[in-house]
């Protein structure tokens, strides 16, 4: 939902969570000098290639003027961001997906117009850089019959948030309880796997942690 990325409230958002202790977030110009150190390394006239491979699958938010299939090698989709916003809470923490180095991910690539750049560039810079958890990336995406540069947000190893090693056990913990003002870490789970199955992308990490969690279910059930 576009709303949800306006500055009014990001700044909500930052504010509930300083609530509740400490929360580095950026400024927004801070934020916005990221977003146009990136563009200036970019060719404009010839638009620009965003790849997601999370919650931008099924909920971009930004305006593009098509999208296709896409392929980053160097990086793996994994859940390795605790979430204490957003997905999560402080009573209900949980986990978002980040881009982690090694293997390749399969995700979508949507294109936005060269006169569109700077209006969505600004809500995806509001969606993904809060706090500077991510990392703003030239990379190169396969697409079914070419390759093309773009722009996706790896994990900044070094947030404090980052999870270098986490179990599978405790990912699915986490995912079953994670609840928080734009939903469950549950429906992102759910959301993101159905979306990849509708483009015959298998991510067997992710089934695995569904799997993980439908035990964790029936665990509770008996219990």
Known sequence: MREEFSRERVDELIREAKRHGPFHALTHEERDATRHEFLSGI??????????????????????????PARLHGFRRRFCLQASIGRGSPEKPGLMLALDHGGSCNGRAFHIAPEKIETETDILWMREMISGSYDARHVHMRLPDRTVKGLTFVINRSHPRYLANISMEETARLLASGEGRLGTCRDYLNNTVAHLDEMKVKDRYLHEIQQKMKELDHRSDIT
């Open 43 to 68: 060719t404009k006239e010839e638009g620009l290639w965003v790849f997601g491979y999370g919650s931008l699958l099924w909920n971009p938010a930004f305006h593009f003027t098509e999208w296709q």
